[in-house]
């Protein structure tokens, strides 16, 4: 029986010491790996990073000449991956040996897509283009890059889409809906996982948070739907992605408007793929947004440094604010919203 291999591909830029510690990971579980491919937008590789590299076997490093934006990397990910399958992983997500196992677990002689979901409490198995959209939100995590799991070979065969979608700023979305064009019968299988604290980004919140969020979440997502070959597959794929947002980005606008996340400019044009007269939520949703969106920053930051001493430890928590947590009174709030202004980097993505 043939052996099935697996490529474990990290794009990666400016975070070394976090792609330090997913090879210190992925070493725990080296007889589980056939070969790991690194492509690096950083402008230099450390020391350290580089005896890493050298220390873990069957580890081929690649820096590219300059950043040629995240997109890009990830694709260069897949061209350079030689095993049967190539998993795609972020290099701020901890590879644990339950994702491992779950990975291994769906491998098939016959190439397929694997998704890994924390959504789902049964595997979900599928075939063809049709089948995929119409369950939108069942395969949604095929957003998450860490997610995605493909078949190589189907996958270097089907880059002109993955490249078509950079634009869009979701080149992984993008090579997977052309994965179908490419093989109409192509199977996939949604694979149920859980995540422990601390193994979806392990680096600082805000570390994380360096591209635009709204501008790429609902702006220029719908630009993916390009890849899809009919106008009715095209319309069935925005109504079943817009069922999956809901009024939780009320609360980003929030911390948006608070300074906590990345700025990014906002207009009302970024919010119009949620208008649709089939979808009354998320065009009510929209409406909201826009309002928020242009009511004053120093608005939220004074009302909110008042709010805070009223919330509760948990709800702090929750909003994942730790920057003041050391606070002891209003201006101390009020001080530390101000002067904590996030960034949005030039290229998008990691």
């Known amino acids: 029986m043939k052996t099935i291999t697996l490529t474990i591909g990290i794009p990666t830029y400016n975070r070394p ?18 070969e790991v491919v690194i492509c690096d937008n950083s402008p230099q590789i450390l020391p350290s990073l580089a005896q890493a590299v050298q220390e873990l076997s069957k580890c081929h ?29 972020g290099d701020d997500d901890v590879i644990s040996e339950n994702q491992i196992q779950s990975v291994h677990a769906y491998l098939s002689t ?56 950079i634009a869009s700023g979701w080149a992984n979305v993008a090579l997977i809906l052309g994965l179908f064009r490419e093989y109409p019968d192509l199977e996939f299988v949604v694979v149920p996982i859980s995540l422990q604290d601390g193994e979806f980004r392990d680096v600082d919140r805000k570390e994380g948070l360096r591209w635009s969020l709204f501008r790429t979440c609902i ?32 609360k980003t606008m929030v911390r948006f408007k608070l300074g906590y996340m990345p700025q990014e400019k906002i207009t009302l044009a970024t919010f119009f ?10 065009t009510i949703l929209a409406i909201i947004l826009w309002i928020m969106a242009n009511i004053p920053r120093l608005a939220y930051q004074l009302t909110f440094a008042y709010i805070w001493f009223y919330l509760d430890d948990k709800t702090k928590q929750k909003l ?28 998008g993505f990691i």
């Open 17 to 34: 010491q976090a792609l330090e510690r997913r090879l210190n990971e992925i070493k725990k579980f080296h007889n589980l790996i056939d």
């Open 61 to 89: 490093y690649y820096k590219n000449s300059g950043n040629i934006g995240g997109g890009a990397n990830f694709l260069r990910v897949v061209e350079h991956a030689k095993s049967d399958y190539v998993w795609w992983r």
């Open 110 to 165: 016959t190439p397929r897509l694997i998704l890994l979901s924390t959504n789902v409490k049964a595997p979900f198995i599928g075939k063809g283009i049709k089948t995929f959209v119409e369950n939108f939100p069942v395969v949604r995590t095929f957003g998450w890059l860490s997610a995605i799991v493909l078949p190589t070979q189907f996958a270097q065969k089907s880059l002109r889409w993955g490249y078509f979608g």
């Open 219 to 250: 702006k220029q997502f719908p630009l993916t739907a390009q890849v899809l070959e009919s106008e009715q597959l095209r319309k069935i794929y925005l109504a079943k992605w817009r069922t999956t947002h809901g009024f939780h980005w009320i």
């Open 273 to 282: 793929p949620f208008i649709s007269i089939r979808n009354l939520r998320t």
């Open 320 to 347: 994942e604010l730790d920057f003041l947590s050391g606070c002891e009174n209003y201006w101390q709030v009020f001080k530390a919203l101000r002067v904590n202004k996030g960034y949005v980097s030039t290229d």
